[in-house]
C-alpha cells in the first residue's frame, strides 16, 4: 500500500502586531481570526496536522481552544516586525524533526490576515502539488486588480516617470489596449503548499518551480487595517460567498423529524405588514405554503407549531386557520424552546426550525435543523444549515414541507 503523504498545516501568528493590536484573537466576524485559518486546516481532507507557530501564551491558547497544537513557543528574535517567513518555518520543522522525529512531506501555509478562504482550496493546493512532482510551492492567486504594465516608477534624479515593465514587441505598453497586455496574477494569502524539501534543502518557501491556484477573486481579503477588517467582514454578507467559517457546520438532512418549529413574520408572511388607518395590521401569506403544511400533517406524524415574537390577532387568526398551536410574544426563543423541550419532552435532534431574522439563530444550538427562506438576514443565511430556494411567505414553507415529506416517503419505503 502507498504511504499518504504527511500534510502539515503551519499556522504563523505574532503577538506583536502594530496596524490591528491583538488582531490574530481579535474576533472576526464572531470567531477569534486565527480560528478562520485553523477551521480551514481542520476540515481538509488532506492535512494530518496543525499547527501554529506563535511567541504569544494567549494566542497558543486561543489557538488550542478552537483544535491546533502548539508545541513550542516561537523565539522571540522570530516575532519581529521585519521578520521574514522562510525562519520561521525553518524553525518549525527543524524543532518538530528534533523533539518528534516528525517530518512532513508537504507544509501548508495559511496565513490568518486571508481568512475567507473558499472551501476545498487547501486541499485542491495539496492535490495539485502532490500531482506534479517537478512542483517545489503551489500558491494561491487571484487576477491583477491594475496591469501593472501601465504602472510607473519615478527617477530619483530627474523626478522623470518611467514605465515599470517593458512588453516585447509593444513600443509604449501603458497606452495599449489591456486585452494586448499579458495577462497577470496577484498572489494572496489564502494557501500555500510546499514541499518540506523546498524548505529545508533549497532554503525557500517557493523554490523555482511555483504552480497557480486560482482563487475566485471574490474572496480576495487581506487584512492590514481596520478598514481591510471591516470591508472583509463585509464579504461574508454576500451569499454566494461560500468560505470557511468556523461559526458555520453545516449539519445534514435529518433523517428523522418529529417537529417543525416555524417563526411567522418572514417565513409564514413576506414580512410586509399593511395598516390602515385605524391602526390594523394584515399581513401577506402564501396559500402554497398553507397546502404544504396540510398535506405535511395528514401524511406524516409530525407536528407543525409556530414561535413568534409578534403579540398580534392576525398571526394567530393565520395559525389558527392552518391548524397550528402557536407561541406569541416570545422574547427570548432559546428560553422557551428549553421550557417547552423540557416540559413537553420534545427531542431535541428531531426538531427543524425555519427562521429568517437574528432572533432566531438564538435557537440553532437548540434544534436539530436550522432552514432559512432565501431572503433571510445575511447572518442567519450564513449560518443556516439549509437555505431555501423560496422566499418567506411565497414558498419557503411549502418547499421544507415537500422536501420533509419525500423524506418521509423514503424512510418508509426502507423500513
Same mark, same amino acid.
Given at each position: 500500500?502507498?504511504?499518504?503523504?504527511?500534510?502539515?498545516?503551519?499556522?504563523?501568528?505574532?503577538?506583536?502586531?502594530?496596524?490591528?493590536?491583538?488582531?490574530? #484573537?481579535?474576533?472576526?466576524?464572531?470567531?477569534?481570526?486565527?480560528?478562520?485559518?485553523?477551521?480551514?486546516?481542520?476540515?481538509?481532507?488532506?492535512?494530518?496536522?496543525?499547527?501554529?507557530?506563535?511567541?504569544?501564551?494567549? #494566542?497558543?491558547?486561543?489557538?488550542?481552544?478552537?483544535?491546533?497544537?502548539?508545541?513550542?513557543?516561537?523565539?522571540? $528574535?522570530?516575532? *519581529?516586525?521585519?521578520?521574514?517567513?522562510?525562519?520561521?518555518?525553518?524553525?518549525?520543522?527543524?524543532?518538530?524533526?528534533?523533539?518528534?522525529?516528525?517530518?512532513?512531506?508537504?507544509?501548508?501555509?495559511?496565513?490568518?490576515?486571508?481568512?475567507?478562504?473558499?472551501?476545498?482550496?487547501?486541499?485542491?493546493?495539496?492535490?495539485?502539488?502532490?500531482?506534479?512532482? $517537478?512542483?517545489?510551492?503551489?500558491?494561491?492567486?487571484?487576477?491583477?486588480?491594475?496591469?501593472?504594465?501601465?504602472?510607473?516608477?519615478?527617477?530619483?534624479?530627474?523626478?522623470?516617470?518611467?514605465?515599470?515593465?517593458?512588453?516585447?514587441?509593444?513600443?509604449?505598453?501603458?497606452?495599449?489596449?489591456?486585452?494586448? @497586455?499579458? !495577462?497577470?496574477?496577484?498572489?494572496?494569502?489564502?494557501?500555500?503548499?510546499?514541499?518540506?524539501?523546498?524548505?529545508?534543502?533549497?532554503?525557500?518557501?517557493?523554490? $523555482?518551480?511555483?504552480?497557480?491556484?486560482?482563487?475566485?477573486?471574490?474572496?480576495?481579503?487581506?487584512?492590514?487595517?481596520?478598514?481591510?477588517?471591516?470591508?472583509?467582514?463585509?464579504?461574508?454578507?454576500?451569499?454566494?460567498? *461560500?468560505?470557511?467559517?468556523?461559526?458555520?457546520?453545516?449539519?445534514?438532512?435529518?433523517?428523522?423529524?418529529?417537529?417543525?418549529?416555524?417563526?411567522?413574520?418572514?417565513?409564514?408572511?413576506?414580512?410586509?405588514?399593511?395598516?390602515?388607518?385605524?391602526?390594523? $395590521?394584515?399581513?401577506?401569506?402564501?396559500?402554497?405554503?398553507?397546502?404544504?403544511?396540510?398535506?405535511?400533517?395528514? !401524511?406524516?406524524?409530525?407536528?407543525?407549531?409556530?414561535?413568534?415574537?409578534?403579540?398580534?390577532?392576525?398571526?394567530?387568526?393565520?395559525?389558527?386557520?392552518? !391548524?397550528?398551536?402557536?407561541?406569541?410574544?416570545?422574547?427570548?426563543?432559546?428560553?422557551?424552546?428549553?421550557?417547552?423541550?423540557?416540559?413537553?419532552?420534545?427531542?431535541?435532534?428531531? #426538531?427543524?426550525?425555519?427562521?429568517?431574522?437574528?432572533?432566531? @439563530?438564538?435557537?440553532?444550538?437548540?434544534?436539530?435543523?436550522?432552514?432559512?427562506?432565501?431572503?433571510?438576514?445575511?447572518?442567519?443565511?450564513?449560518?443556516?444549515?439549509?437555505?431555501?430556494?423560496? !422566499?418567506?411567505?411565497?414558498?419557503?414553507?411549502?418547499?421544507?414541507?415537500?422536501?420533509?415529506?419525500?423524506?418521509?416517503?423514503?424512510?418508509?419505503?426502507?423500513?
Amino acid at each position: 500500500m502507498v504511504k499518504p503523504p504527511e500534510v502539515l498545516a503551519l499556522i504563523p501568528a505574532r503577538g506583536g502586531s502594530k496596524g490591528i493590536p491583538r488582531k490574530n #484573537i481579535r474576533a472576526f466576524a464572531g470567531a477569534p481570526l486565527i480560528a478562520w485559518s485553523i477551521t480551514a486546516a481542520l476540515r481538509a481532507e488532506m492535512v494530518t496536522r496543525v499547527v501554529v507557530s506563535t511567541d504569544d501564551e494567549e #494566542i497558543a491558547a486561543v489557538a488550542r481552544a478552537w483544535g491546533a497544537e502548539t508545541p513550542f513557543l516561537r523565539p522571540a $528574535e522570530l516575532a *519581529q516586525d521585519d521578520t521574514t517567513d522562510y525562519p520561521v518555518f525553518r524553525h518549525a520543522l527543524d524543532w518538530l524533526a528534533a523533539r518528534e522525529n516528525y517530518r512532513p512531506d508537504v507544509v501548508v501555509q495559511l496565513r490568518p490576515t486571508s481568512p475567507v478562504r473558499p472551501q476545498g482550496c487547501v486541499d485542491d493546493a495539496v492535490r495539485l502539488l502532490l500531482a506534479h512532482p $517537478e512542483a517545489d510551492c503551489v500558491r494561491g492567486v487571484v487576477p491583477s486588480g491594475q496591469n501593472p504594465f501601465k504602472m510607473w516608477k519615478l527617477d530619483p534624479d530627474s523626478g522623470r516617470m518611467l514605465p515599470l515593465l517593458q512588453v516585447e514587441g509593444i513600443a509604449e505598453p501603458y497606452n495599449a489596449p489591456r486585452q494586448s @497586455l499579458p !495577462k497577470t496574477y496577484w498572489q494572496t494569502g489564502h494557501i500555500d503548499a510546499i514541499r518540506a524539501s523546498t524548505i529545508l534543502e533549497k532554503g525557500s518557501l517557493t523554490g $523555482e518551480i511555483i504552480l497557480p491556484l486560482m482563487i475566485d477573486p471574490r474572496y480576495t481579503a487581506d487584512i492590514d487595517t481596520p478598514a481591510d477588517w471591516e470591508r472583509c467582514e463585509r464579504l461574508l454578507l454576500d451569499p454566494q460567498i *461560500q468560505a470557511v467559517d468556523p461559526l458555520v457546520s453545516r449539519r445534514p438532512f435529518p433523517t428523522r423529524v418529529s417537529l417543525l418549529l416555524m417563526d411567522f413574520d418572514g417565513v409564514l408572511s413576506d414580512d410586509l405588514v399593511f395598516t390602515d388607518q385605524e391602526g390594523k $395590521e394584515a399581513v401577506r401569506c402564501s396559500r402554497s405554503d398553507g397546502f404544504g403544511l396540510s398535506l405535511l400533517r395528514e !401524511k406524516t406524524d409530525i407536528q407543525a407549531a409556530v414561535l413568534s415574537r409578534e403579540e398580534n390577532p392576525v398571526v394567530s387568526a393565520r395559525c389558527r386557520k392552518l !391548524k397550528l398551536e402557536v407561541f406569541q410574544g416570545v422574547r427570548q426563543k432559546d428560553q422557551i424552546l428549553k421550557e417547552l423541550t423540557a416540559a413537553r419532552g420534545w427531542n431535541p435532534a428531531e #426538531i427543524l426550525y425555519i427562521g429568517n431574522d437574528l432572533p432566531d @439563530l438564538d435557537v440553532l444550538p437548540l434544534v436539530g435543523f436550522f432552514a432559512a427562506p432565501a431572503d433571510a438576514h445575511p447572518e442567519v443565511l450564513r449560518r443556516a444549515d439549509l437555505i431555501l430556494k423560496h !422566499k418567506g411567505g411565497r414558498g419557503a414553507v411549502r418547499e421544507l414541507c415537500e422536501r420533509l415529506l419525500a423524506n418521509s416517503h423514503h424512510n418508509n419505503l426502507e423500513t
